[in-house]
């Protein structure tokens, strides 16, 4: 390149240079550096350009159809003469999915963020990792795939047994835990040990028990009645987009824990507290605002997720009866796009075409927002943590 | 709170954490296994008679001498079959139209499944489709249409509120006293001999092009499309990805400006994958117009612009894990910043860049949604390299869907999807192996 000789001649002629020649020489500098920034640049022109292109093919389905049938009706029928352009269900899906997984992702990712960084040694630590890059590689067809052809007839065959399983290993640990603390709570509260405290608090957790039980094996025996009508529903998708959102929610929550100081934990321990309550009560606190981040790039990890779920989803656009039926078939945007975009491609102009602009830019919008409030939340903590 | 219980909730907070860790190792291999169980299915599997006669036909593979004696061996087991059909025919002729027209449609049946099981039979017009010119190719399949054959599948609706049972009962019943009754027990006892099942790795999974829309044949289209993209994607990607990143690290001043740009960046990250497909749609194809409709070149430039940041991102990382005092040799022997940058710099890097680069490969071979409006198609033939500018391609990925979602034949050709999600995954995983195998190495070597 031009600048790897006029480095050489700068060395050479020093002390010769004509004024001429340092302007070129300078000029050539900036002119260099000027091309870097334009490559530099192009990730920004790419943005706008994304922004501009989206949005110029979305604009024309609200000047044909308005705003407000896109947003508040939930008839969809594109391909009618005329079409109804309700998108409200196909939002609706889209949020459910994105919820559902975020349930299960965010305790499952906090959960072992914390463990691989304050819990795990070192060496295990090595193995644990290459589980979460291998979970985040996989290409999202091949969940897909995994959804539609492996879980969606697991779930419908045995959708009841496997939910009243799930209660009973997740809910079982905590309920143990509960009456375990609820029975110390309500003994230890007059502070002093009394004689009859031990007495009492075994009575209590035997009655304690046999509630915890009895409720159990309620939930438990309703879950395992429900007949699950169909696979291919938001629950099965949820869990699918869950797995894709962990390995986000992990990484991302594990660097802000470990951005919180040393100082921080031993302060805590000095004071005598496990590593339980100096994690819950002093490192969580501290980082909770890079975990926020965290929470929101998953989310949208789920979110702008297609295969996943045009493949596993039903793809039926109505709002579950009730509104919180996970066992129902919804239809999500991203899903929309794919799927309707192979018919609409064919009637460029239409609002047909134009109304899945219009989902991309809704898509857009939302990402570009949870994106800058993510980054904002990360440069804050940052800011807060390097400033102590 | 007693000590005992915060020792007990110190211990299941550190047991959730592992938990946590363990469910998603098990995640993975709950999604792994069966896949990788499925998938070796399309290499290795019980191949009949029909199997090594198509691969011989189309792929001009195997032992001639060999196939005409097997193909000999079943023609004699197969006969007394034909032989059945034909007296069953003759004794059609001679009864009344009523009770012809009754056992017309069961015969049909019949007739159907054991062209499904044993390819045409004498008296069939020539098929044109090469799925009906073929019995079953695989010894699993055969057993299928054995059960469809002996078994009729009944619905009981006896009981109104649960949903309506299967059962079967044996189809020879309602042939009892004909002269196909015995056909029924002859093709249970003798289907081995018909169809001389027998272990077979068959390689050409790979390497075949797809015969009849993926029923038979193997995948090699979709890997050589998946190759051409996620290579074109990187062509495009890794040089703007590596300049913008020295940009950002070594000139970039700390101002409003950079940080705009950085925000760009992370947006570009974080765009839904299925809206750059509508941008390559309605930018590369409708607007610039780099080819008719869907090509490889619009589908490369697509991905190319979804694994930019990633690039960027570990090409910034590696760059800055270049120790300090490597630079400041240099600029101290006199060489001035871009040289610095080039001799010293970028080859210290490169492990790390590339590493960046594997990752971002395999990224772009794994997506779907950007090149569904911009570059698959569901059948196509392989593709010439001078055709990437003008002609779209099938894509691992793509196919993936479409055979699970879209094919006619979608559950017979399980095999064939299970095989290419298995391709996808282990090309995709190998590559991030690969990269992580390096990013220990490089991390070994800083350490000393």
């Known amino acids: 390149m031009s600048q790897t000789n006029l480095g050489e001649n700068r060395m050479s002629g020093a002390f010769v240079v004509s004024a001429r020649k340092r302007t070129i020489q300078k000029g050539m500098k900036f002119a260099g550096e000027g091309l870097l920034f334009a490559i530099a640049s192009f990730v920004a022109v790419v943005v706008l350009f994304i922004f501009f292109f989206v949005a110029r093919d979305a604009i024309p389905f609200f000047q044909l159809r308005g705003f407000a049938e896109f947003f508040t009706s939930t008839s969809w029928y594109p391909a009618d003469a005329p079409g109804e352009f309700g998108a409200l269900a196909i939002i609706y899906g889209s949020a459910m999915v994105t919820v559902g997984s975020a349930l299960i992702a965010v305790p499952l990712g906090v959960a072992a963020a914390i463990c691989l960084s304050d819990v795990l040694p070192f060496s295990v630590r090595q193995y644990a990792k290459p589980v979460i890059e291998m979970l985040a590689a996989i290409p999202s067809v091949a969940y897909g795939f995994f959804a539609l052809v492996i879980f969606a007839p697991l779930l419908q065959n045995f959708g009841g047994p496997i939910m009243m399983w799930a209660w009973w290993l997740i809910a079982g640990p905590f309920m143990i835990l509960a009456v375990i603390v609820l029975a110390d709570l309500l003994t230890s509260k007059d502070g002093e040990q009394q004689s009859g405290t031990n007495v009492k608090r075994v009575v209590l957790s035997i009655l304690f028990s046999i509630i915890a039980l009895g409720f159990l094996y309620w939930v438990g025996m309703s879950l395992n009645a429900i007949q699950v009508m ?6 099965n998708v949820s869990i699918i987009l869950s797995f894709m959102a962990l390995p986000t929610i992990v990484s991302v929550s594990e660097d802000s824990l470990q951005a919180v100081g040393r100082e921080l934990r031993e302060g805590s321990y000095a004071l005598g507290a496990t590593r339980a309550e100096t994690i819950v009560k002093t490192v969580l606190p501290a980082a909770s605002s890079g975990i926020l981040a965290a929470v929101i790039l998953g989310i949208m990890r789920a979110l702008g997720e297609t295969m996943v779920v045009w493949m596993a989803s039903g793809n039926s656009s109505h709002i579950p009866d009730p509104w919180y039926n996970y066992l129902d078939s919804i239809r999500t945007l991203t899903a929309t796009i794919a799927g309707d975009m192979g018919e609409a491609d064919q009637v460029t102009g239409s609002a047909r075409y134009h109304v899945l602009f219009a989902m991309g830019l809704l898509l857009l919008i939302f990402s570009f927002i949870s994106n800058l409030v993510s980054e904002r939340i990360v440069v804050r903590q940052r800011k807060i943590l390097s400033g102590q | 709170m007693n000590l005992g219980t915060r020792k007990i909730l110190d211990r299941s907070f550190t047991a959730v954490g592992v938990t946590s860790i363990v469910l998603m190792a098990l995640a993975l291999l709950v999604v792994l296994v069966p896949i990788i169980s499925g998938g070796l299915k399309a290499l290795f599997f019980q191949g009949t008679i029909e199997h090594r006669q198509l691969v011989y036909n189309e792929f001009g593979r195997g032992d001639r001498e060999e196939l005409e004696r097997q193909k000999e061996q079943s023609q004699e087991a197969r006969r007394p079959v034909f032989a059945m059909l034909d007296a069953f025919d003759a004794e059609l002729e001679g009864m009344e139209p009523a009770e012809r027209r009754e056992y017309r449609s069961q015969y049909n049946h019949v007739r159907d499944v054991l062209h499904d099981m044993l390819g045409p039979l004498p008296g069939d017009i020539e098929p044109l489709l090469l799925r009906f010119q073929y019995g079953n190719t695989r010894w699993e399949q055969a057993e299928e249409s054995l059960h469809d054959l002996l078994y009729v599948t009944k619905w009981d609706y006896s009981n109104p509120n649960v949903m309506a049972e299967k059962y079967f009962t044996p189809r020879v019943d309602e042939f009892q006293g004909t002269a196909l009754a015995p056909l ?19 390689w050409g999974f790979i390497t075949d092009r797809s015969l009849d829309a993926h029923i038979f044949g193997g995948i090699w289209a979709e890997i050589q499309g998946t190759f051409y993209l996620a290579m074109g994607a990187m062509l495009f990607a890794f040089p703007l990805g590596v300049i913008a990143a020295i940009y950002f690290t070594e000139y970039a001043k700390d101002n409003f400006l950079t940080s705009m740009l950085r925000s760009a960046n992370s947006t ?10 509508l941008f390559g749609l309605a930018f590369f194809i409708n607007t610039v117009k780099v080819s008719e409709s869907k090509s490889v070149l619009a589908g490369s430039l697509t991905l190319a612009i979804m694994v930019l940041p990633t690039i960027i991102r570990a090409a910034e990382e590696a760059i800055l894990a270049v120790p300090k005092t490597y630079r400041e040799a240099s600029l101290g022997l006199g060489a001035t910043k871009w040289r610095t940058i080039v001799t010293v710099i970028l080859p210290a890097a490169l492990p790390g860049i590339i590493t960046g680069a594997i990752i971002s ?14 570059a698959a198609v569901s059948v196509g033939a392989t593709i010439g390299l001078a055709d990437v500018f003008t002609e779209p391609t099938p894509a691992l990925s793509w196919n993936i869907y479409n055979l699970a979602s879209e094919h006619e034949a979608a559950n017979e050709i399980r095999h064939v999807q ?16 690969s990269a992580i195998l390096l990013r220990a190495r490089i991390s070994k070597k800083l350490k000393g």
């Open chain 2, 361 to 374: 490969l395999g990224r772009a071979a794994g997506e779907t949604a950007p090149i569904i409006f911009t």
């Open chain 2, 268 to 277: 570009l990250a974080g765009v839904p994958s299925i809206v750059f497909g």
């Open chain 2, 418 to 433: 299970y095989g290419m999600v298995l391709s996808l995954i282990s090309i995709v995983l190998l590559l991030n192996m």
């Open chain 2, 184 to 202: 029924f027990a002859y093709v249970e006892t003798h289907l081995e001999e018909m169809l001389l099942p027998q272990p077979e790795f068959y």
């Open chain 1, 230 to 235: 169909t696979g291919t529903n938001a629950l």
